[in-house]
């Protein structure tokens, strides 16, 4: 029998900001169906490491694969028609467009639908992130919960194999966040998903794997429960207290 092979495996992953290292030698491997929670303290590298993975990024070394292909020297337009794509930590909408409009733009240059069948997929899109009633809304003059949900489904429109969330709860109340995390829930399926988020009850929810970034460094890598009650991960923290009381 042929092995199959991971979903999306990324090798080395480093990025350097002049002489500082924002990610360090990051391995991440993803079978198809599965989501990981990353987490780590401000400044860990999270963001840095999903933004060279979608593209956004250069990498200054490692390499990117998903299904096989090599990704590592692909565009973000690219890798995005390639089966990756992010919600950003930062909402990247276009203000004065409406929400349909913001959402055509990735089904026609990300999932390459047109006319008809462009339309069908951004009204499913609508449905599936809760967003059908602002879909003539101008983006610039959503509230959070609703600008959240777009910068989900901005990506979910480009029909991605691995879809990376970046801090898509933060903000919200504890009812929002748990209609993010029946969203999330309702995406898992055929694809993989990497979601960093600083609310680990969300990650327990939707992950079933658990990652944790620390100084640009993958420092922990497995099951949920596993990760959750390592002595290292407290320590993380921990230091993050300690200097933040000091
Ligand atoms: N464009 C940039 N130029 C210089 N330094 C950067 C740049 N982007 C990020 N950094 C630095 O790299 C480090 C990692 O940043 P990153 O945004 O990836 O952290 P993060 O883990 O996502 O943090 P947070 O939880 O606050 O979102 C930080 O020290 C940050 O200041
Ligand atoms: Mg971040």
């Not at 748990?178 to 609310?199: C, F, N, P, Q, Y």
Request: hydrophobic share 45%; glycine share 12%; aromatic share 4%.
């Amino acid at each position: 029998m042929t092995p199959v092979g991971p979903l999306f495996q990324a090798n080395g992953v480093t990025k350097r900001f002049g002489g500082f290292t924002a990610v360090s030698g990051v391995d991440l491997t993803l079978g198809t169906g599965e989501s990981v929670g990353v987490i780590g303290p401000n400044g860990a590298g999270k963001s840095t490491l999903l933004g060279l993975i979608v593209g956004s990024l250069r990498a200054d070394a490692g390499t990117l694969e998903l299904e096989g292909r090599d990704m590592s020297r692909l565009s973000l337009p690219d890798r995005v028609q390639g089966g990756i794509a992010r919600a950003a930590q930062i909402p990247q909408t276009f203000a004065r467009l409406t929400v349909r409009e913001n959402l055509r733009l990735p089904a026609v240059f990300g999932a390459r639908l047109h006319g008809a069948e462009a339309s069908d997929w951004v009204d499913e899109v609508l449905t599936l992130t809760g967003l059908t009633d602002h879909a003539g809304a101008v983006a610039g003059e959503l509230g959070l919960l609703s600008r959240k949900r777009l910068e989900l489904a901005k990506a979910v429109a480009a029909r991605p194999r691995l879809l990376l969330l970046d801090e898509i709860a933060a903000g919200l109340t504890q009812h929002e966040i748990e209609t993010m995390i029946g969203l999330v829930k309702s995406l898992r399926s055929d694809r993989a998903i990497v979601w960093v988020e600083h609310i680990p009850f969300a990650l327990r929810e939707t992950c079933e794997r658990l990652v944790v970034l620390d100084k640009g460094e993958k420092i922990l890598d497995g099951a949920f429960a596993t990760v959750w009650e390592d002595e290292r991960l407290q320590s993380v923290y921990m230091g993050v207290a300690d200097h933040a009381a000091a």
